[in-house]
């Protein structure tokens, strides 16, 4: 397998979609069952051999700081009360040998801009981006485990996709692929239906090599007037391989209310002591 060392979470977004709540708490610290969003992206990071973690975050977010951090007193009270299974569950948040990073977006620049941020620390690797948002939920690798495994060269991107409907095109990265095959020839970034290359659209992961923060430091606000990572990468494409992958597994898009209720359906099926609560329900697996 190849390992990817440093994955970068771009978490700096205000969440206006789940106001009031994330007023004060960060889209990304929202629960699936007891398990914020987050904490399904670093996993999946450290399945594909993260050991750096980088999130790009502004001042508002510093609770995403805080639930990686070790929390002495509350771990003091769980030991003492004898509740080694939930002091388990908050000391073994992330491996031992895994880092994190904490660097800042000034400004709501866009999501090339986020990525950029981080360029200092990833320095002269590839590296994976996951948007935590979009929750992949699957039984072997993980997606971003699955995309390593096919850009072992250090030079190809890989991005992952899915089909979406026509009518969705306006939501996402569009691509468009060669004929029978996987590599990208263009990518555009939230086209209208009438526009859209096609129905494939990309979502959350992303494994780029860092020839991709030189293109970035060149990409001029593009669509909604923010530096879009989807421009940087349509310039990429013309110089090496990015692929298409179609990753296995469920993809639940927590950035709205309808995604968040679906993953929260799916996960509750599969724990013995709520599926009765859910089996039958549409949405359930
Ligand atoms: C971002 C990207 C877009 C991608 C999407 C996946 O858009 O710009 O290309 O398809 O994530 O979730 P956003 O959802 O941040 O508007």
Redesign the pocket.
């Known amino acids: 397998m190849t390992r990817l060392h440093k994955v970068v979470f771009?978490v700096a977004?205000l969440g206006t979609r789940f106001l009031p709540a994330t007023k004060v708490v960060p889209k990304e610290m929202l629960p699936v069952l007891d398990r914020p969003l987050i904490q399904y992206a670093v996993d999946e990071a450290v399945d594909a051999g993260a050991d750096t973690l980088v999130f790009v975050t502004n001042r508002y977010k510093h609770a995403i700081a805080d639930y990686f951090d070790s929390a002495y007193e509350l771990e003091e009270t769980l030991e003492h009360a004898g509740k080694r299974k939930l002091l388990a569950t908050i000391q073994g948040l992330l491996p031992l040998r895994v880092r994190c990073i904490y660097v800042t977006q000034e400004r709501a620049r866009?999501?090339?801009h986020a990525v950029l941020c981080a360029r200092a620390v990833i320095g002269d690797e590839p590296f994976g981006i996951i948007?935590p948002?979009?929750l992949i939920l699957n039984d072997g690798p993980g997606a971003l485990r699955q995309m390593a495994g096919r850009a072992a060269d250090g030079k190809t991107g890989v991005l992952a996709v899915e089909e979406v409907p026509y009518a969705d095109t306006g939501?996402?990265?569009?691509v468009d692929v060669e004929p029978g095959g996987d590599r990208i020839r263009h990518?555009v970034?939230?086209p209208s239906p009438a526009e859209a290359p096609s129905n494939l659209?990309?979502?959350?992961r992303y494994v780029l090599p860092p020839r991709i923060f030189d293109l970035l430091e060149t990409t001029t606000p593009g669509?909604?007037g923010?530096i879009?990572?989807?421009d940087a990468i349509a310039a990429l494409l013309k110089e090496t391989p990015v692929l298409a992958h179609r990753f296995a597994g469920q993809r639940f898009?927590c950035?709205n209310k309808a995604g968040m209720v679906r993953a929260t359906l799916h996960v509750a099926a599969a724990d013995p002591e709520l599926r009765h609560l859910v089996t039958g329900l549409p949405g359930t697996s």
Do not use: N, S
């Open positions: 771009p977004g866009g999501l090339g948007l948002d979009d939501k996402y990265g569009i990518m970034e939230k659209a990309v979502v959350g669509a909604g923010e879009q990572l989807t898009d950035g």
